[in-house]
């Protein structure tokens, strides 16, 4: 019997036993046991430490997204799941608040290139001055993301984030419009309630960290009553071997199958039925209008 031992622990024991009619063990043996026991609890110490890490990395990435406003009317979920084949960090986040004053909502989706513990932290650093700036600036959204972008490239000169900012506007029960800024990031997708799609590809610009001097257009659209916006990650539709568009095209076909569920039903089956292959980080976030003949939603 020989302890699995690795890093002062003990994890278990290896026994073995020969029977009747065999030599006993002799000192070969007992070494060869020996390099056997240590190199399985090298395995499995080193197994049980990269459990750990991925579920710090987990708890760290989640702990740095924040709670979603409540804004009567309105339906707005989101959904996180981490990289399942590795244990770093991503720096994918989202966001969504209550401007002060006018009272728009703001959706935000973005990504922050790298997958380390400094992308996290840049991640939330960049999630927070947008914070601000939104929250000072009462401005179209290709302007407070040209801000972000100065203050990018001011502050973190060598890393590059995509991000869709955009505003909803219209009072409790609608009709409403959305207004919104691309920095580089796949476009957002409208789906009505009769299930018709539509990516939304206006307003496009560079990732954040590339020019901050370049100009950034808004675009602004109507939104039908019981339409549904989806803002996500590449990780979402992107896959190894695979072209964007046809990413797209699943993502849009399942979105379509699904707009007559509850926009939580949505975002769940969505996530479970497209985050199969996925290789990065993916963030959702979820909004639902309200139905003329509903009234408005608790």
């Not at 039908?224 to 990780?235: A, F, H, I, K, M």
């Not at 199969?276 to 909004?287: K, N, S, T």
Request: net charge negative.
């Amino acid at each position: 019997m020989a302890p699995l031992r690795a890093r002062r622990r003990v994890l278990g024991a290896l026994t073995l036993v020969r029977g009747e009619g065999h030599p006993p063990w002799g000192e070969a043996d007992v070494a060869l046991v020996e390099d056997l026991t240590h190199r399985i609890a090298l395995a499995l110490d080193n197994a049980r430490l990269y459990a750990e890490t991925q579920a710090v990395a987990v708890r760290l990435q989640r702990s740095l997204l924040p709670d979603l406003p409540v804004v009567p009317g309105l339906r707005i979920t989101a959904r996180y799941s981490p990289a399942l084949a590795t244990a770093q960090i991503g720096g994918d986040w989202y966001d969504s608040f209550v401007l002060p004053e006018s009272g728009d909502t703001t959706l935000i989706i973005g990504d922050v290139t790298g997958h380390d513990l400094h992308a996290a932290v840049t991640m939330s650093q960049i999630r927070n001055m947008l914070r601000g700036i939104a929250c000072d600036r009462r401005e179209p959204p290709g302007m407070i993301l040209r801000r972000l972008d100065l203050a990018v490239d001011a502050l973190y000169s060598h890393r590059t984030a995509t991000c869709v900012y955009a505003l909803l506007k219209g009072q409790e029960g609608g009709p409403y419009q959305l207004e919104w800024a691309s920095a580089g990031h796949p476009p957002p997708l409208l789906v009505t309630a009769d299930g018709d799609t539509t990516y939304l590809w206006e307003a496009h610009g560079l990732l954040l960290g590339v020019d901050p001097h370049a100009e950034r257009p808004s675009a602004c659209l109507p939104l039908p009553e019981g339409s549904t916006l989806l803002l996500y990650t590449d990780g979402l539709i992107e896959r190894r071997g695979e072209s964007m568009d046809h990413g797209m095209t699943r993502l849009r076909q399942h979105a379509a199958a699904l707009v007559d569920q509850d926009i939580d039903e949505l975002s769940d089956e969505l996530m479970n039925g497209l985050v199969a292959g996925a290789h990065d980080d993916i963030a959702l976030l979820a909004l639902r209008l309200p139905q003329s003949d509903e009234g408005v939603s608790p």
